[in-house]
């Protein structure tokens, strides 16, 4: 897996000060995608136990609130790739602080992002690891910057914990945000 960029103290993506990790490479096709560039697999720099060491350091900082990670689109990584996110995401829970993760995927797709049986399963792991989910892709006609947290209105900002709690019935929506 690559990644384009870390922003330290980031707070344009999610609630409260965070770390954001940037990955690289997406197949999905967005029309007016904003992150072209970041769409290439190849782009940026490779991730490393250094890059984890990096992060997890950032995250140790009682003035951050936790982690986001963005792309690209984060579950089109490789199987070792949703790992690695995977073990940032439970670190972030040892430190009692929050995963928000914003993928071009909708949730009703989640279940067939691949048909390779154990990319999908690590990717639903990863998905169960968040705490919000902002899901689908970018539509431009439904921009609107005063959206919070989302390009467009179609994106949903997911409460995960309590969606799973509705068995995935009901799509619940994190605090204060319609959906
Ligand atoms: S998911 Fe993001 S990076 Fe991928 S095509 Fe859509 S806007 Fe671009």
Redesign the pocket.
């Known amino acids: 897996m690559n990644y384009a960029k870390i922003r330290n103290f980031d707070i344009a993506n999610g609630e409260g000060v965070r770390v954001s990790l940037f990955v690289s490479g997406?197949?999905?096709?967005?029309p007016?995608?904003?992150?072209?560039e970041?769409?290439d697999f190849n782009y940026g720099k490779p991730y490393t136990g250094e890059t984890r060491e990096q992060i997890v350091q950032m995250l140790d900082n009682p003035n951050i609130s936790g982690l986001s990670i963005l792309?690209?689109?984060p579950l089109?990584q490789d199987y070792w790739g949703i790992l690695n996110l995977r073990y940032l995401c439970s670190y972030v829970h040892t430190k009692n602080k929050n995963v928000w993760m914003?993928?071009?995927f909708k949730w009703e797709d989640f279940t067939k992002i691949t048909t390779n049986p154990f990319l999908q399963g690590a990717i639903l792991n990863l998905i169960s690891e968040c705490d919000v989910v902002i899901d689908g892709?970018?539509i431009q006609e439904l921009y609107s910057p005063s959206l919070k947290w989302r390009?467009s209105s179609n994106q949903r900002v997911i409460d995960i914990k309590k969606t799973f709690e509705k068995m995935g019935n009901e799509i619940v929506p994190y605090v204060g945000i319609d959906i």
């Open positions: 997406c197949t999905n096709s967005c007016g995608c904003f992150n072209a970041e769409k792309g690209g689109d089109c914003w993928t071009g892709p970018f390009g």
